[in-house]
DNA sequence: CTTAGTGCAAAGCTTTTGCAATCCC
DNA sequence: GGGATTGCAAAAGCTTTGCACTAAG
């Protein structure tokens, strides 16, 4: 996580103005576990920013992404999710609640050559997602079964 | 790839009838390692089902996931890709041209259980994808640095 | 002062839905 | 024949775009 002034220099010097609203969404992100979707982001920051539009709030995740400050999730949802933490780690999706968390990195680089050697393409990336029960829903069906 | 007599079984199996769309989605797209989405599937199957429409496409695609004939992937576009393959393999796409081709599967039971450790979910899925340059896009990059 | 960025409304995509006509069983 | 399915058109989300106004540097 970077704090305002870290990220006011690294856009600057990306040629990107820093903006309010740039430092706020990223403020946002940078504050929750929750890998928020554009419209999670916008609602959580209208109330601060009454002006703030959903329109910057995607134009903005964009350059946080371009700038390798934010990173752009696909967990299987008709929206993109986005996490500020840019270093790559697993997702599990609760498929009850929807909850998104992180998975503590996992040494995944055997995978990653194991992919490159089998279909000859040169691996630049990668994103793991699990599909599951969160802690918090299993414990619910557990009661609802007495 | 299951026969159409066998998919026409499955499909009523499960309460649903064998229709002749049904039949030819899952026919296109079990002859194709193209991963497509619907609007491409739909495109292929129009010359020869003139009344096809972009709807029961979607709506088969939906039905055959249900029925365990295919899986929905979420390769970081707008759409989702459908592949007849339904045993949990990784996928790579190219960021050059977007082609998106199986990789052989790996053994990943070690991640997944280290997974469920980490994070106390009941973990029933996973889908894992890796980004890259595929052979023929770092071909024609190379060309073109002469 | 100059150019990039904001915010609104409108448009663009993918996907879903309502419903009359049709077809499977 | 009866109920599920098709296919059309319209609607519903998410995301992008055009453009006049504003603000960063």
């Known amino acids: 996580m970077m704090t305002g002034a870290e990220v006011t ?5 990306k040629g990107f103005k820093a903006t309010p609203q740039r430092l706020a969404v990223y403020e946002a992100l940078s504050h929750t576990t929750a890998h928020p979707n554009a419209d999670m982001l916008y609602r959580e920051l209208v109330p601060h920013y009454p002006t703030m539009s959903l329109a910057t709030v995607y134009k903005t995740l964009d350059i946080l992404c371009e700038v390798g400050l934010a ?3 696909n967990v299987g949802e008709e929206s ?3 996490d500020a933490t840019v270093e790559s780690h697993p997702h ?3 498929v009850s609640c929807g909850r998104v968390d992180d998975v503590p990195v996992l040494n ?3 995978l990653l050559s194991q992919a490159e050697i089998a279909t000859g393409y040169d ?3 990668r994103q793991i997602y699990f599909y599951g029960v969160c802690p918090a829903c299993a414990a619910k069906r557990k009661k609802q079964l007495h």
Chains 1, 2 share one sequence.
């Open 108 to 110: 995944d680089t055997a």
């Open 123 to 125: 691996i630049t990336g």
């Open 9 to 13: 220099t690294l856009l600057r010097s």
């Open 71 to 73: 990173q752009e999730l």
């Open 80 to 82: 993109f999710r986005y």
């Open 92 to 94: 599990v999706r609760c």
